[in-house]
C-alpha cells in the first residue's frame, strides 16, 4: 500500500486532487482511498487530505502518519508546517516550488538524499493554463512522473468524470506540461 499526505490550503484543490489520484488508480484497477483532514477552517486555512492505492483490499481507516509521499500545493507551508514530518525514508516530496533546490531542502529542514525531492512551477503554469492559481492538477501532474503510480489514462478518465469538457481539457494539458518541466533535485 502507497499512502500519500497532500498539504495545501482550504480552496486549493488538494481534496479534490487526492480524489482525482485515488479515481485514476481505481481506473487502473487498484483499491483506493481519500479523505480530507479539516475543520471549519476557512479558506485559505492549511488543510491535509490523504490517498492510500493498493493492489489489495484497504482495512486500514486513520489518518496517515507516515506517508510515503508528500504533495505541497502551497509553498508558503513550507514556513511554519513540517511537511515531511513522519515521511518515511526515501519517500518522495512534491513542491509547488520555482527557485534552486538548495533553498528548497532548506525550506524543507532536510538533506539531500534522504528523500526524493521533486519541485514543479505549479502555480506559474496554472495561471498560464487555466488563468487561475489551483495548482492541484500541476502537481497531479507532478505525481505521476514521479512514480507512475496512476496511468494517463486512468487521470484523464477521472477529470472527465468531474470536470465539463473544457475545463477537462485545460486540466488535462496542465497535468502534461507539470510532467514535463517537473525535475527532481
Known amino acids: 500500500m502507497v499512502e500519500v499526505r497532500w498539504h495545501g490550503r482550504g480552496g486549493q484543490g488538494a481534496w479534490t486532487a487526492s480524489n482525482l489520484v485515488a479515481m485514476a488508480a481505481m481506473f487502473d484497477g487498484k483499491h483506493v482511498q481519500s479523505f480530507p483532514a479539516f ?5 485559505g486555512a492549511p488543510i491535509v ?4 492505492i493498493s493492489d489489495e483490499p484497504i482495512e486500514i481507516h486513520s489518518m496517515v502518519y507516515e506517508p510515503d509521499i508528500v504533495i505541497v500545493l502551497d509553498p508558503t507551508l513550507l ?3 513540517r511537511v515531511v514530518e513522519g515521511l518515511k525514508k526515501g519517500g518522495f516530496v512534491i513542491v509547488n516550488y520555482e527557485g534552486p533546490g538548495e533553498k ?3 525550506a524543507l529542514g532536510v538533506e539531500k538524499g534522504v528523500y ?3 519541485k514543479v512551477p505549479a502555480t506559474k503554469l496554472a495561471l498560464e493554463i487555466l488563468k487561475r492559481p489551483i495548482t ?3 502537481l497531479i501532474g507532478a ?6 503510480l496512476v496511468s494517463l489514462e486512468g487521470i484523464e478518465k477521472a477529470l472527465r468524470e468531474r470536470f465539463p469538457g473544457p475545463l477537462a481539457e485545460k486540466n ?4 502534461k506540461k507539470s510532467m514535463e518541466l517537473a525535475e527532481e533535485v
Open 116 to 118: 526524493r525531492v521533486y
Open 136 to 138: 492541484n492538477t500541476a
Open 79 to 81: 514556513k511554519n508546517v
Open 39 to 43: 475543520g471549519p477552517e476557512r479558506s
Open 104 to 106: 528548497l531542502y532548506k
Open 143 to 148: 505525481f505521476i512522473k514521479a512514480t507512475g
Open 172 to 175: 488535462m494539458f496542465l497535468i
Open 49 to 52: 487530505a490523504f490517498t492510500r
